[in-house]
């Protein structure tokens, strides 16, 4: 591996981390479009076919989402295939913030992340080109399809900065990592509510779920949360000083302390676990649809990068 891909490769995870922030989750259309680039989101345009003095045909690609208005740009695309003599030319102007505002055309831009979710693989055996007046000059450019590329004899790249196209599951563990991240937010934001703080709460479902509810100790608390024994003494603390936990001896060793939880907290914990069920039955078909996709086994495997031969360089 050079120099080149191995930095691509460093870089791919971090890029990433971003689609959490700017990907809700988009059910995967079942209807082929009759135009080779389809837009699935994230305000990106794609114009209709335009013919070329070359006798080529070019798709421009604009808008796209940039988180704070910085230099990522991400792209949707339901299908993504640029038939031979055609040209999927990516423009830098029409992109909006998270919020939906419109932004300057030419803005600085170091990537371009596009993910490809219709589910069907793509063929390349055209040109994809970045790089052209308008565009971005020197962009990294990303695309991500699950199911996968194949490049013909024909297709050639232009771009100003590195190129990927990967068949990992990035996508699909990003928006599995983002329903998780909204469960937590939707847990701490419902413990808030009930006067609690997302590790009190965690620590009174701990200790009313434990195998053996009649010998839960502090150690028992601590290995459940995953926290130092003298952060889970803290927090009992805590909870006692709130009335929602008690510390009783043992019955057959008087030195063993167990926690158990008050009427108060049994009350607060049973509202907090009717509200936390619910929210799990809503984003339950969500996680089960990324789930076993993760689990399915790969169908294609002709996928990859475009061999260095073939990318262009202006």
């Known amino acids: 591996m050079n120099t080149r891909d191995a930095d691509h490769e460093r870089v791919i995870p ?56 910085g230099v990522n740009l991400f792209h949707s695309f339901g299908n993504f295939n640029v038939p031979t003599n055609n040209i999927a030319n990516f423009l830098n102007s029409g992109s909006v913030d998270q919020n ?31 790089n052209g007046p308008g565009g971005f000059p020197n962009a990294n450019l990303f695309l991500m399809n699950p199911n996968g590329f194949l490049f013909g004899p024909t297709a050639t790249i232009n771009v100003g900065g590195m190129v990927s196209f990967t068949s990992a599951d990035y996508l699909r563990l990003a928006e599995f990592r983002y329903l ?48 130092r024994h003298h952060s889970a003494v803290g927090l009992v603390d805590r909870l006692v000083a709130k009335a929602l936990v008690r510390r009783q001896s043992g019955v057959v060793d008087r030195r063993q302390i167990r ?43 002709n996928l990859g990068k475009l061999p260095l031969s073939r990318r262009k360089r202006n």
Do not use: C
């Open 259 to 301: 926690l158990e939880l008050t009427s108060k907290a049994e009350s607060r914990l049973a509202r907090l676990s009717v509200a936390h069920r619910n929210e799990l039955k809503r984003l339950a078909p969500l996680l089960r649809t990324l789930l076993d996709a993760l689990g399915q086994p790969k169908a294609r495997k």
């Open 180 to 227: 998780l991240r909204r469960f937590l937010v939707f847990s701490e934001q419902a413990a808030g509510r009930a006067g609690l703080t997302a590790q009190q709460h965690q620590a009174l479902l701990a200790i009313k779920g434990y195998p053996d509810s009649a010998a839960v100790t502090v150690g028992d608390l601590a290995a459940r949360l995953a926290i």
């Open 14 to 69: 971090y890029l990433i981390l971003g689609w959490s922030l700017v990907l809700a989750f988009n059910p995967t259309s079942l209807v082929q479009a009759s135009s080779p680039i389809t837009s699935s989101g994230l305000n990106t345009q794609v114009s209709a076919p335009l013919p070329l003095a070359s006798g080529q045909t070019q798709f421009n690609i604009t808008g796209g989402t940039r988180p704070g208005g």
């Open 100 to 130: 939906g505002t419109l932004l300057l055309p030419n803005l600085p831009t170091s990537n371009i992340l596009g993910r490809i979710n219709g589910g069907n693989p793509s063929s390349i055996f055209g040109m994809i080109q970045t």
